[in-house]
């Protein structure tokens, strides 16, 4: 198995600043002769908290789970308590190192897709609508045009920064500038050219309101976006995968065995109406 970090400014000899991200975990399998070679999709995964921390619970165990269905996986650590462009950067960076390393990675790079959870969804949605932004432009140069996803999941994302929000991701991404904030409000900025996307919500959820993946789901409609939308009855913020691993087990308000399910709907969206899927190479 190939398990290692990857300092993103390093790798491409972007100034840092004094922001403690830019990280880059990759969870991928090694090559053996045993074993015929695979061309495989891959997954940025971009934990959620509310652009104040980085969730262990939406980080790790996402990127196990993927590399257990046969994706290569990396999960991101991006700069908190920074408005933009600083979280943007690091994730166009990620996506860029992806496909710039796919060889090295058995790496389909015409099927790498993101999945973000709560503000790592507002991050995803960044990446989605923001991919040709000039700071990225600036920043990438020539790799500029490896940012954008292939496919986008956004799990009870912080979407729009308007009236229903959670008001910590959009005070802390837009720095308190309203003119920021409204311009950087998901559903606003969806266009025909975005990636498709994923979308998934519980009708309950006491910290982002489900109000945010039904806005984005009509964006996408109006936009002619390809979408799927999922919204389940009953259920906390922050769920992650829902199971044991990420819960205190069965009888814990955060396990959920009904809510797991959008694990498979995921899965199956990606493969039959996106490619997504391990090939020999």
Not at 78 to 93: D, I, K
Not at 119 to 126: C, I, N, V, Y
Not at 182 to 189: D, M, V
Not at 251 to 265: A, C, K, N
Request: proline share 7%.
């Amino acid at each position: 198995m190939i398990f290692e970090t990857i300092d993103l400014y390093e790798y491409f000899g972007v100034p840092r600043g004094e922001n403690g991200g830019g990280y880059l975990t990759a969870y991928a399998r090694s090559r053996s002769p045993e074993i015929s070679e695979k061309l495989r999709p891959a997954m940025l995964v971009i934990p959620g908290g509310g652009y104040v921390m980085v969730s262990d619970r939406e980080n790790e165990p996402i990127a196990l789970r993927l590399l257990a269905e046969g994706y290569a996986a990396f999960s991101l650590v991006y700069s908190v308590h920074t408005p933009y462009p600083v979280p943007l950067l690091e994730g166009a960076m990620a996506m860029a190192y992806i496909r710039k390393e796919h060889e090295k990675y058995c790496v389909d790079p015409t099927k790498v897709a993101e999945i973000g959870f709560s503000a790592g969804g507002h991050l995803a949605g960044m990446l989605l609508t923001l991919y040709n932004d000039e700071h990225i432009r600036a920043a990438l140069k020539e790799d500029a045009k490896l940012v954008r996803p292939d496919a986008a999941v956004l799990c009870y994302g912080v979407l729009s920064t308007g009236v229903e929000t959670h008001g910590g991701t959009a005070r802390v991404i837009s720095g308190e500038d309203p003119k920021l904030r409204a311009a950087l409000s998901i559903p606003e900025r969806v266009t025909k050219d975005c990636p498709p996307v994923f979308l998934w919500h519980t009708v309950n959820d006491g910290a982002v309101p489900v109000n945010n993946s039904i806005l984005m789901a009509e964006a996408c409609a109006r936009a002619g976006v390809p979408f799927e939308l999922h919204i389940f009855e009953d259920g906390p913020h922050g769920l992650s995968l829902g199971n044991e691993e990420t819960s205190g087990g069965e009888g814990d308000f955060m396990y959920r065995p009904d809510v797991q399910s959008w694990i498979p709907l995921m899965l199956t969206w990606l493969s039959s109406r996106r490619g997504f899927s391990v090939k020999k190479k």
